[in-house]
């Protein structure tokens, strides 16, 4: 650069100076002010925190449609959420709310399976993130989006429910089947316990099924998982049927299987019966 040159830089900032004018970006600011609960809350039990999100920087939080905020259960009173801590659900708001100085307030259902231990926990919210810790924005302060709210106490639940699974035949000839091809499952799950079972939340999964490929009889995780579901809450005593989708991976080596499937195949839920969770139907040839 010539000293001409660095003579009309000079100018060009002492200008900017004196009127006032920034050479910083505009960004947003996204934080939570507010986060209230119930004092108690059971496990696999849903239950309802609000939130408050606000945009406190100088530009809208107009990147994507929405804003996501996580909710978390926390021993400590630490806004930062830590890998110790549970992440029990996220919700989004319209960023036509979050332009600068705006905020959105929103009820939040939440759901902390049966692997969160019991205690008691602080509510802790933090914006611009999910359960995964997806963070879309690119703020004027990233180290301000959490916040600790109400404490509550996670009880048992003593809800009794109790969920097995079964499989009919499966459509066209599944008898023979090449690996990259789908095969439709009849499944029904049923609940025979007296209380309803939990299904999935908006942002949170109660329990999962998934079906397998088996060389032998006995259905396990070990085995070749070839498709998964998010299962709806059932009254008790009822059964849902529907066909699985369900693929056969490709390079899978060829040879004799069964498919099978586990109803609650992570063990997040309390049931009253453990032992019945699995089941195994036909059996199909891979070639």
């Known amino acids: 650069m010539t000293t001409k ?13 004196i009127t006032g004018v920034s050479t910083a970006t505009a960004e947003p600011d996204l934080v939570i002010t507010a986060v209230t609960g119930p004092t108690a809350a ?7 925190a609000t939130v408050t999100i606000a945009n406190q920087g100088t530009s809208d939080a107009d990147l994507f449609s929405y804003v996501n905020f996580a909710v978390y259960l926390s021993l400590d009173a630490d806004p930062t959420p830590g890998a ?9 708001v319209d960023s036509a709310l979050l332009t600068a100085g705006g905020s959105a307030t929103e009820d939040v259902i939440l759901f902390a399976d049966a692997t969160v231990p019991l205690g008691n926990y602080y509510l802790v919210a933090k914006a611009d993130s999910n359960c995964q810790g997806y963070s879309g924005y690119s703020e004027s302060d990233e180290t301000n989006n959490g916040l600790v709210g109400d404490q509550m106490a996670l009880n048992a639940s003593t809800l009794q429910y109790d969920l097995t699974i079964d499989l009919g035949g499966a459509e066209g000839d599944p008898h023979h089947v ?4 789908y095969l439709r499952l009849d499944t029904f799950l049923t609940n025979l316990g007296p209380d309803t079972a939990p299904g999935r939340t908006p942002s949170k999964s109660a329990y999962l099924v998934a079906w397998y490929l088996s060389t032998d009889q006995v259905i396990d995780t070990s085995d070749v998982q070839i498709g998964s579901y998010s299962g709806n809450s059932l009254e008790a005593g009822e059964t849902l049927r529907f066909w699985a989708d369900v693929l056969v991976p490709l390079g899978l080596e060829g040879g004799k299987y069964y498919w099978g499937a586990i109803v609650d195949y992570t ?10 969770n699995a089941t195994t139907g036909d059996n199909i040839v891979i070639r």
Not at 5 to 17: G, K, N, P, S, W
Not at 42 to 48: L, P, R, W
Not at 178 to 181: D, H, K, W
């Open 267 to 276: 063990e997040i839920l309390n049931e009253t019966d453990e032992g019945n």
């Open 42 to 48: 059971a496990t696999s039990e849903s239950f309802v």
């Open 5 to 17: 040159q660095c003579v009309h830089v000079a100018l060009f900032l002492a200008i900017l100076l």
């Open 84 to 92: 110790g801590d549970a992440c029990v659900g996220y919700a989004s």
């Open 178 to 181: 090449s690996p990259g091809t």
